[in-house]
């Protein structure tokens, strides 16, 4: 848009844990419209975690998508013929849609039997500071951290 920023959409609260994030979290998690099926996935993945772990499958959850969420990533930006990879900081509101969507596709990537399971494996992953989601984000780190002699070429 040229003019003006589009306005913010209200997100609602899910049923379950009356809460914002879930309900950002479903809907990345949700494929061809079909809201109530994703609902359903996340809910088994969140008891299957807090079954194994013995604590709070939400908190866990939260705890998990912290842990995979990057602070920085890095922008192409082409200076006099050479492309440069510019480490910059992310603002919050992609920081979370970043650590969600890795966390979903990592988890669908992975060979447990059904999505619930799949899902919930890779959260218990991320609350260990392992899986594939965590080993993204410590690539993203390191990829910033090896280029930050360009970071006075920001936007």
Not at 8 to 37: E, Q, S, Y
């Amino acid at each position: 848009m040229r003019k003006s920023k589009p306005k913010k959409r209200i997100i609602v609260p899910d049923p379950r844990f009356n809460d914002t994030m879930v309900t950002k979290f479903v809907n990345n998690l949700m494929l061809r419209g079909k809201k109530v099926l994703a609902f359903k996935v996340f809910y088994a993945a969140i008891d299957i975690v807090a079954e194994k772990t013995g604590e709070d499958g939400l908190e866990v959850w939260k705890k998990a998508l912290a842990n995979v969420t990057p602070s920085v990533e890095v922008r192409s930006r082409r200076i006099g013929g050479a492309t440069f990879q510019i480490p910059s900081e992310i603002r919050p509101g992609r920081k979370m849609s970043i650590g969600m969507k890795n966390m979903i596709k990592f988890a669908r990537k992975r060979h447990e039997k059904t999505m619930g399971a799949k899902l919930a494996g890779e959260i218990m992953a991320g609350y260990k500071e392992e899986g594939a989601a965590f080993k993204r984000k410590e690539d993203t780190h390191r990829m910033a951290d090896a280029n930050k002699a360009f970071s006075h070429f920001r936007f």
